[in-house]
């Protein structure tokens, strides 16, 4: 009987966060179905279930207590957000990782700066602290005479350190000359560009703070300074490849199907959720991580590119009718691997896993490069190698006459 009253207010606490959504768009939807389950199972939700048995009317929505649905709510929207924000950030990762198969890159180059003396605030340039890679300094934005306050030596806006110059119109980073760099087009130092090292000392995310103070201190010697200070800086430019190959890259990084699959993760919803274990339950501290999910979705696929690359060293293959992952072998010919595995079963076991076990008293698989020369050298005893070898090479060549005969 309690058990049958307990569902009854369970089903009262649904219907009535579900009475929030406003309509079937995404945007109205407040109380997503999947996330109905977690919300009535966390400790806010059961004490709200407990309240309204007590009341001895479970099917009474009106009776429910109001704070608890509010919090339930603002779990939802929570959730809501964090679904949101680690979607956006896969696609971005998608987006990056095909974009590294354009070849851009980061050039660097070396320059030497002259702060004449009596100046305002040494370089001249609005600086903003860099932690990603490459950490540095970014250069925003250059400064000129007009750009500086007669009373003001420092100016300070949020994260950004403005150093500025009196003595010409545009000041010395502006005017500092290039003295090497591995790309003829380097000419100037442009805003985007991102100091990464002052008289050749390399800057690192720790060390940030410290070449800001240094070219704080430059900016103060300059105006006690009678002859000018002379520094080199080195720069980083990233190079972009062309807008045409970038919007491809998106395209391709962002087809549906492709889209689809790393979207469908079950780790998505865990991740929403977790700020909010239900009942019982400990916290999974990895899933409030959101670098930590997106890397976990990511793993096998790039597992899977790494196996690409080592099998395709011999001659072999994961896709395809003749692929590892789709070869069906005859068993009565080609035993399992360790008494345990298929070939495509220890693959596919390899790329969720990132590990394979090998049966008791036995190390487990912990590479990419372990499981290719296990599954070669398991291939080559079965005298099945060549044959694969064989029937993989016949394909690409047909695929490739039958190419130049469409051409």
Same mark, same amino acid.
């Given at each position: 009987?309690?058990?049958?009253t307990?569902?009854?207010?369970?089903?009262?606490? &649904?219907?009535?966060?579900?009475?929030?959504?406003?309509?079937?768009?995404?945007? +109205?939807?407040l109380?997503?179905?999947?996330?109905?389950?977690?919300l /009535? #199972?966390?400790?806010?939700?059961q004490q709200?279930?407990?309240?309204?048995?007590?009341?001895?009317?479970p099917n009474?929505?009106?009776?429910?207590?109001?704070?608890?649905?509010?919090?339930?709510? =603002?779990?939802? &929207?929570n959730?809501?957000?964090?679904c949101?924000?680690?979607?956006?950030?896969?696609?971005?990762?998608l987006i990056?990782?095909?974009r590294?198969?354009?070849n851009e890159k980061?050039i $660097?180059?070396?320059?030497?700066?002259?702060v004449?003396?009596?100046?305002?605030?040494?370089?001249?340039?609005?600086?903003?602290?860099?932690?990603? =890679?490459?950490?540095?300094?970014l250069?925003?934005?250059f400064?000129n005479?007009?750009n500086? %306050?007669?009373?003001?030596e420092?100016?300070? @806006?949020g994260s950004?350190?403005?150093?500025?110059t009196?003595a /010409?119109?545009? @000041?010395?980073l502006?005017?500092?000359?290039?003295?090497?760099?591995?790309?003829?087009?380097v000419?100037?130092v442009?805003? @985007?560009d991102i100091?990464?090292?002052?008289n050749n000392?390399r800057?690192?995310q720790?060390t940030?703070?410290m070449?800001?103070m240094?070219l704080?201190?430059?900016?103060?010697?300059?105006?006690m300074?009678?002859?000018?200070?002379?520094?080199?800086?080195?720069? %980083?430019r990233? +190079?972009?490849?062309?807008?045409?190959?970038?919007?491809?890259?998106q395209?391709?990084?962002?087809?549906?199907n492709?889209? #689809? /699959?790393?979207?469908?993760?079950?780790?998505?919803l865990?991740y929403?959720?977790? /700020?909010?274990? &239900?009942k019982g339950?400990?916290?999974?501290?990895?899933?409030?991580?959101?670098?930590s999910?997106?890397?976990e979705?990511?793993?096998?696929?790039?597992?899977?590119?790494?196996?690409?690359q080592?099998? %395709?060293?011999?001659?072999?293959?994961?896709?395809? =009718?003749?692929g590892?992952?789709?070869?069906?072998?005859d068993?009565?010919?080609?035993k399992?691997?360790?008494?345990?595995y298929?070939i %495509? =079963?220890?693959?596919?076991?390899?790329m969720?896993?990132?590990?394979v076990?090998?049966?008791?008293?036995?190390?487990?698989?912990?590479?990419?490069?372990?499981?290719?020369?296990?599954?070669v050298?398991?291939?080559?005893? +079965?005298?099945?190698? $060549?044959?694969?070898?064989?029937?993989?090479?016949?394909?690409?060549?047909?695929?490739?006459r039958?190419?130049?005969? +469409?051409?």
């Amino acid at each position: 009987m309690k058990e049958s009253t307990r569902k009854v207010a369970e089903d009262t606490l &649904r219907k009535k966060l579900l009475s929030f959504n406003t309509g079937n768009n995404n945007d +109205c939807i407040l109380v997503k179905e999947e996330n109905l389950n977690w919300l /009535t #199972n966390t400790n806010v939700g059961q004490q709200c279930i407990d309240k309204l048995m007590l009341s001895k009317m479970p099917n009474d929505g009106a009776k429910l207590d109001v704070n608890a649905v509010n919090m339930l709510l =603002s779990f939802s &929207r929570n959730a809501n957000e964090r679904c949101l924000n680690i979607s956006q950030a896969i696609k971005q990762r998608l987006i990056q990782t095909e974009r590294q198969k354009l070849n851009e890159k980061w050039i $660097e180059y070396d320059i030497v700066v002259v702060v004449p003396p009596g100046t305002r605030l040494g370089i001249g340039a609005v600086l903003v602290p860099m932690m990603i =890679s490459p950490p540095g300094l970014l250069v925003k934005k250059f400064l000129n005479t007009s750009n500086v %306050s007669p009373r003001d030596e420092r100016l300070i @806006g949020g994260s950004d350190v403005i150093t500025a110059t009196t003595a /010409t119109t545009s @000041g010395p980073l502006e005017n500092s000359k290039v003295i090497s760099s591995n790309e003829r087009s380097v000419k100037k130092v442009m805003p @985007g560009d991102i100091i990464v090292a002052i008289n050749n000392n390399r800057i690192s995310q720790n060390t940030i703070p410290m070449a800001l103070m240094t070219l704080t201190m430059v900016s103060q010697m300059s105006m006690m300074n009678k002859a000018a200070q002379k520094m080199t800086f080195r720069l %980083s430019r990233f +190079c972009p490849a062309s807008k045409e190959l970038i919007l491809k890259a998106q395209e391709i990084a962002l087809e549906p199907n492709r889209l #689809n /699959t790393f979207l469908k993760s079950p780790y998505i919803l865990q991740y929403s959720q977790a /700020t909010q274990p &239900r009942k019982g339950e400990e916290v999974a501290y990895w899933l409030l991580n959101q670098n930590s999910v997106i890397s976990e979705i990511f793993a096998p696929f790039e597992r899977k590119d790494v196996l690409e690359q080592l099998f %395709s060293k011999h001659k072999l293959t994961l896709n395809g =009718s003749d692929g590892l992952l789709q070869k069906e072998f005859d068993e009565t010919n080609v035993k399992k691997m360790y008494d345990m595995y298929t070939i %495509s =079963s220890i693959l596919k076991k390899f790329m969720d896993a990132g590990e394979v076990g090998r049966g008791r008293n036995k190390t487990s698989l912990k590479t990419a490069k372990q499981v290719v020369t296990a599954v070669v050298s398991h291939m080559k005893a +079965c005298n099945i190698y $060549e044959q694969v070898q064989q029937n993989i090479g016949d394909k690409n060549k047909k695929r490739k006459r039958d190419k130049s005969t +469409c051409l």
